[in-house]
Nanobody, 128 residues
Framework: QEQLVESGGGSVQSGGSLRLSCVAS????????MGWFRQAPGKEREGVGT???????SYADSVKGRFTISQDNAKDTLYLEMNNLKPEDTAVYSC??????????????????????WGQGTQVTVTP
């Protein structure tokens, strides 16, 4: 059974940093698009960043230069390093996966299609 378990959320002041982790199990991690999405209160879920099966990353414009996605394939674990956090980054952050997609899909269409499966999410709160 596919499972994604996030950790590392919390509350931080503006300008601070957090690192989220997502442990994956039950599916072909190495052949999947992996990514982070977020949903703020009253807003639609949006893509934050993705990493494809060969390790290429893509990011939403709002987080470029501040957030970094990485992974440890030996541990089937995905990370999101968030620096220079802003109050507008406050949201529930969810790890996501979609298997056997081509890499162009992972870096483009997936942001709006949001197919695949999700973790339970972890809250990130950034105070002014």
């Amino acid at each position: 059974q596919e499972q994604l378990v996030e950790s590392g959320g919390g509350s931080v002041q503006s300008g601070g940093s957090l690192r989220l982790s997502c442990v994956a199990s039950g599916f072909a991690y190495s052949r999947s698009c992996m990514g982070w999405f977020r949903q703020a209160p009253g807003k639609e879920r949006e893509g934050v960043g993705t990493i494809d099966s060969v390790g290429r990353t893509s990011y939403a414009d709002s987080v470029k230069g501040r957030f970094t996605i990485s992974q440890d394939n030996a541990k089937d674990t995905l990370y999101l390093e968030m620096n220079n956090l802003k109050p507008e980054d406050t949201a529930v952050y969810s790890c996501a996966a979609d298997q056997f997609r081509d890499d162009d899909y992972c870096a483009g269409t997936w942001y709006r299609a949001q197919t695949g499966f999700w973790g339970q999410g972890t809250q990130v709160t950034v105070t002014p």
